[in-house]
């Protein structure tokens, strides 16, 4: 999971304000994921990116979550007006083809993005 | 939605025992993952099954894929300390646009004493 970078790797936000948190998936992935951890939970899918295009956002939030993948630059999830439920770790992950059809393919993940929500 | 049940939720064990943790789903996967988490870390991947019935090993830690595609187990020999951590499975489907919309378990929470 080295090869996909997450920043900031902890980020404090007041009630209200925004959260901005930053992936850039491995070489050559162009397949981005989104999962959300509480504390003591296990991880949860929320949002999947192709450049330029959300093909699956069934798990994020309706409202205040928003993610993109522009053609260039990183993938970026976006929290406004947090509130304090939203405090969690948040992991960006990639991957090489759209499927797990063979050992070549696979989903790997950053070290995280930590949001403490104050 | 789908869930996958994870057990046991956490482990005590001596430095040289075998750990044996499962994981168990009322949905069929086509992919069953494990990773192992570190504090303050992402998930690592361990290792991958693509096929029901597979069995795979990747140096003291072997899994299967089981045969209903319902359920996976992860066993881990001689534990050392560094095996420190919590491990989750993750039940993957491949098709439409569920690609890489894993499911995660609870997580086993790992504990080895020297």
């Known amino acids: 999971n080295a090869g996909v970078m997450q920043n900031p790797r902890h980020l404090v936000r007041r009630r209200g304000q925004e959260a901005r948190l930053r992936c850039s998936p491995m070489k050559g992935h162009s397949h981005v994921y989104w999962y959300r951890q509480l504390p003591e939970e296990g991880l949860k899918f929320m949002v999947y990116l192709q450049k330029e295009n959300i093909i699956d956002e069934s798990g994020m939030p309706k409202e205040r979550f928003s993610a993109e993948f522009p053609k260039e630059g990183p993938s970026i999830l976006r929290i406004q007006q947090v509130v304090r439920g939203d405090s969690a770790a948040y992991f960006c992950a990639s991957s090489t083809l759209a499927g797990f059809v063979h050992s070549g393919n696979t989903i790997y993940f950053g070290e995280g993005s930590w949001l403490t929500v104050v | 939605g789908q869930q996958l049940n994870q057990s046991p939720q956490s482990m005590f064990i001596q430095e040289g025992e075998d750990v044996s943790m499962n994981c168990t789903s009322s949905s069929i996967f086509n992919t069953w993952l494990w990773y192992k988490q570190e504090p303050g870390e992402g998930p690592v991947l361990l290792i991958a099954l693509y096929k029901a019935g597979e069995l795979t090993s990747n140096g003291r830690l072997t899994a299967q894929f089981g045969i209903t595609r319902k359920d996976s187990f992860l066993n881990i020999s001689a534990s050392i300390p560094s095996d420190v951590g919590i491990y989750f499975c993750?039940?993957?489907?491949?098709?439409?646009?569920?690609?890489?919309?894993?499911?995660f378990g609870q997580g086993t929470i790992l504990t080895v004493h020297p």
């Open positions: 993750a039940g993957g489907s491949a098709g439409g646009t569920s690609y890489g919309k894993l499911t």
